[in-house]
């Protein structure tokens, strides 16, 4: 009688541990034989990096550096640079 009772046990198990996942989201799916399964959604583990927010923030940036040594001069802003490398971190 421990067959039967232990693949009913593995079943209750993997039902529960479905239901688990589904409580945060599931996804539906239409097999080739019409049959519609429903799966628990998949979530990827990990920071995503959006690159395009990135790469708009760098240019930002690049921008911004572009515009003071313009708007200060070349001179002036070397001047300033040095100025704030004399300092202490703090």
Known sequence: MSGP????????NAIGCKHAAMTRGYT????????IVVKPFVRRRGVSI????NVMLLAGL????AFILA?????????????LGEDTFV
């Open 28 to 35: 539906t799916e239409t097999c080739s034989d019409g049959m």
């Open 50 to 53: 959006p690159v395009a927010g």
């Open 62 to 65: 690049l921008f911004f550096k």
């Open 71 to 83: 708007a200060a001069g070349p001179d002036l802003y070397d001047e300033r640079v040095a100025k």
């Open 5 to 12: 009772r232990k693949n009913f046990d593995e079943l209750l």
